[in-house]
Every structure is written in structure tokens, then in C-alpha cells.
């Protein structure tokens, strides 16, 4: 079955630093799906990609969707102590409709020491 | 924005008994709905895809009997974890999708405690 590989499974970095995390795929996706869920919470949507190339900022974040449709990153600049969290890469094949289901990373784990 | 509510946000039961959590989408419909678990430091394990009007499907290893969904309206889904042990101890997420577009939001999540 479909498979997301996210990359690095954790990092502990100073704030005031840039962050980047990626996910690639063995098969093509047509959305990508960036979310961070903080401990003893449900994911929150961060960044929705939709289109090979795109490139999309929320803030101090950063998502693109790679060309190749198989493989998404998320930069995060000047960190802060509340981004600690687990963020969540999730892809589906569709370009249209919200029903099919999510393949989701196994999540990058980030630290940010004041 | 799109929000997706659940109910309880954490219960205790006794091993044996059942419990129902709600997942509502308070201002879209949703007809279909995704119910996730979640063990420590893991990644959402999607249990079972949750239609209105229609049977549930279940993911491959998840017994349908004992993880009751049910999908009556297109703003609510509930599961039902029935005979609960201890083992079923965990978080349960629940995700819905905005039918107008392609994103999915998630609810807040439901501990189960089974003592």
C-alpha cells in the first residue's frame, strides 16, 4: 500500500532557528496535508497543498508541494518554544473531493529549547 | 474555519462496560467521517471510514463488532467500543472532510481510560 516517509523523526533545536521537515512517497499524491498536534490533542490543519509546485506560507510556516507529486516539506522560521509538537505530513491520491482516506507520516517530533 | 467537535474529551469506564464517543462537524457537512486510534509517540492508526447513511468500512484487523460506528445525520458519527477492556485503552481522533473542497480537519480527541 501507499507509504509516507517523514523525515527526521525528531529534532531539538534553539529558538530563533529555521526548521525543515519533508515526506516522500512511493506513489503519487494529489493533496498534501501538513498538521500539528500538540499532547493529548487532535491534529490541527496547518497548511493544505493542492497543486504540483505550489508553494504556501502560513505565517512563519512554509509548505511546498513537489513537482514530482511525490514528496512535500514544511519550513518552519524563527522558531518559538510553542512550536513543540508532533507535526504530521498526510497525502491522499484525489485532487477532488474529501472523502478518501489520508496516509499519514509517522510524524517529526520537535523540541525547541528557549 | 471548518471544526470538528467530539465528546466525551476523556472517560473512564469499567472493563466490560461500553462507551460511546460523538464526532460532530458543527459548521459543514460531512458525509463521510474517519475514525483514527492513537497509541504514545505513534502516528493515527485509521480504524474504519464512517458513512452517512451506510455501513461503516473497517480497516483490515479491527473487529467491527466490537467498534461500533454509526453515521446517522451528515454532521454526526459516533463510535461505540463495546465489552471494553483494558487494552482498548487509548486516543481516539476522529477526522472529517469538508465537502467543498479537499481538506480534513480533525476533532479533539477522546482518551479512553478502561479500568
Known amino acids: 500500500g501507499q507509504q509516507l516517509n517523514q523525515s527526521p523523526q525528531s529534532m531539538f533545536i534553539q529558538e530563533g532557528e529555521d526548521v525543515s521537515m519533508n515526506c516522500t512517497s512511493s506513489?503519487?499524491?494529489?493533496?498534501w496535508l501538513w498538521y500539528k498536534q500538540d499532547p493529548g490533542e487532535g491534529p490541527v490543519l496547518l497548511i493544505a497543498?493542492?497543486?504540483?509546485?505550489e508553494l504556501t506560507s502560513n505565517g512563519r510556516l512554509t509548505a511546498q508541494f513537489g513537482i514530482t507529486r511525490k514528496d512535500s516539506f514544511l519550513n518552519i522560521s524563527a522558531s518559538i518554544p510553542s512550536d513543540v509538537g508532533i507535526y504530521f505530513c498526510?497525502?491522499?491520491?484525489?485532487?477532488?473531493?474529501?472523502?478518501?482516506?489520508?496516509?499519514f507520516g509517522k510524524g517529526t517530533l520537535l523540541t525547541v529549547n528557549p | 474555519g471548518a471544526v470538528v467537535s467530539q465528546h466525551p474529551s476523556r472517560v473512564i469506564c469499567k472493563s466490560g462496560t461500553s462507551v460511546k464517543i460523538e464526532c460532530r462537524s458543527l459548521?459543514?457537512?460531512?458525509?463521510?467521517m474517519f475514525w483514527y486510534r492513537q497509541f504514545p509517540k505513534q502516528s493515527l492508526m485509521l480504524m474504519a471510514t464512517?458513512?452517512?447513511?451506510?455501513?461503516?468500512?473497517?480497516e483490515q484487523g479491527v473487529e467491527k463488532d466490537k467498534f461500533l460506528i454509526n453515521h446517522a445525520s451528515l454532521t454526526l458519527s459516533t463510535l461505540t467500543v463495546t465489552s471494553a477492556h483494558p487494552e482498548d485503552s487509548s486516543f481516539y481522533i476522529c477526522?472529517?472532510?469538508?465537502?467543498?473542497?479537499?481538506?480534513?480537519?480533525f476533532g479533539e480527541g477522546s482518551w479512553l481510560t478502561v479500568v
Open positions: 477526522s472529517a472532510g469538508d465537502i467543498s473542497g479537499n481538506t480534513i480537519y
Open positions: 506513489s503519487i499524491f494529489n493533496t
Open positions: 497543498l493542492y497543486k504540483a509546485g
Open positions: 498526510a497525502g491522499h491520491p484525489s485532487s477532488g473531493g474529501s472523502n478518501y482516506k489520508l496516509t
Open positions: 459548521d459543514f457537512q460531512a458525509t463521510t
Open positions: 464512517s458513512n452517512e447513511g451506510s455501513k461503516a468500512t473497517y
